[in-house]
């Protein structure tokens, strides 16, 4: 199993609501990430779990929460978003954290705000 | 800081002809080099990876790329296109033994007409 599931594939949601963004991977990697894509642009880090615990943040804001419960899943949590916020968002996985090797991407949940 | 070049944002080619994206990247060691196709509305998809030895690596559908360390460049060829392998294709490097993550270029989009 080579893939990286996420869900759900299009989610709308008004800027008061709360909903979550789910990524799930079964090849035992240890390293999860979240990517941000705006349409006609390369995808922007967001997130990087490591061992199921935040190696890297990148300055994102707080409407947007991670969270790794375990080994093979990893959730965004989002809350009071705002319209610019609407995007593409990759969860992607790899085998080690810190060595270098290929990227699975997800096929991406396309988010819209109201 | 590293960081990749995608002269081309737009290619377009007839099927059957060949095709060259460019790519070139500044970094001071040696880095680790992909190029990714990313089909509209989907994830990325890794094509190939150059991390040593053969400069010239074999990927996915046909495609290939040469690691020119005296130009700073990776370009991403293949000698016949697909109207199917029209899509956005993004080079990005990654640090040698780093823990930083990947740096996309930004992308080259690629349209083939019959």
């Known amino acids: 199993d080579t893939e990286v599931t996420q869900t759900p594939k299009h989610l709308v949601m008004g800027m008061t609501n709360k909903k979550s963004l789910k990524c799930e991977q079964h090849?035992?990697?240890?390293?999860m990430y979240w990517y941000k894509q705006k349409a006609k642009k390369p995808p922007e880090l967001m997130f990087v779990?490591?061992?199921?615990?935040?190696?890297i943040n990148e300055s994102v804001p707080s409407r947007f929460s991670p969270e790794c419960p375990n080994s093979s899943l990893l959730n965004l949590h989002l809350h009071a978003l705002q319209p610019e916020d609407s995007a593409l968002y990759l969860c992607?996985?790899?085998?080690?954290?810190?060595?270098?090797?290929?990227?699975?991407f997800g096929e991406g949940s396309r988010l819209t705000v109201l | 800081a590293q960081s990749v070049t995608q002269p081309d944002i737009h290619i377009t080619v007839s099927e059957g002809a060949s095709l060259e994206l460019r790519c070139n990247y500044s970094y001071g060691a040696t880095p680790y080099l992909f190029w990714y196709v990313q089909s509209p509305g989907q994830g990325l998809q890794l094509l190939l990876k150059y991390f040593s030895g053969d400069t010239l690596v074999q990927g996915i559908k046909g495609f290939e790329a040469e690691f020119k360390r005296s130009q700073s460049s990776f370009n991403l060829r293949k000698p016949s296109v697909h109207w199917s392998d029209a899509a956005e294709y993004f080079c990005?490097?990654?640090?040698?033994?780093?823990?930083?993550?990947?740096?996309f270029g930004k992308g080259t989009r690629l349209s083939v007409i019959a």
């Open positions: 090849m035992g990697h240890r390293a």
């Open positions: 990005a490097v990654e640090e040698y033994g780093g823990n930083t993550p990947l740096v």
């Open positions: 992607a996985s790899t085998g080690v954290p810190g060595g270098t090797g290929e990227l699975f």
């Open positions: 779990y490591s061992y199921e615990k935040l190696s």
